[in-house]
């Protein structure tokens, strides 16, 4: 069955970094494109970024965007999310996401909806 497990979550201080990754198994990953989301406590799960099937295509939320970089290596099936800059409104569980549509839509999608499989999350915590 497809999996997805991420790691790399931790407490950081405000302004350090993480990389989360997110390790797949039991599907053709290079045939999928993926994302990360968050859900901080009493909020709703939020688009954080998202790569296409080949890693040619990216697209970040606002709240991230220039401080946050999504990668994905084909051969070890693993997508990443490195963190710099970090505040504590990035605190949340962060979760890694696959759309089976990857490789036949060549585009990627920022709505929850859109997406086939999750992983359980790692907890970014960000002290200020």
């Known amino acids: 069955q497809v999996q997805l497990v991420e790691s790399g979550g931790e407490l950081v201080q405000a302004g350090g970094s993480l990389r989360l990754s997110c390790a797949a198994s039991?599907?053709?990953?290079?045939?999928?494109?993926m994302a990360w989301f968050r859900q901080a406590p009493g909020k709703e799960r939020e688009f954080v970024a998202a790569i296409s099937w080949s890693g040619g295509r990216t697209e970040y939320a606002d709240s991230v965007n220039g401080r946050f970089t999504i990668s994905r290596d084909n051969a070890r099936n693993t997508v990443y999310l490195q963190m710099n800059s970090l505040k504590p409104e990035d605190t949340a569980v962060y979760y890694c996401?696959?759309?089976?549509?990857?490789?036949?839509?060549?585009?990627?999608?920022?709505?929850?909806?859109?997406?086939?499989?999750w992983g359980q999350g790692t907890q970014v915590t960000v002290s200020s």
């Open positions: 039991g599907l053709t990953f290079s045939n999928y494109a």
């Open positions: 996401a696959a759309d089976r549509r990857g490789r036949g839509v060549g585009v990627v999608f920022t709505t929850p909806f859109a997406y086939d499989y």
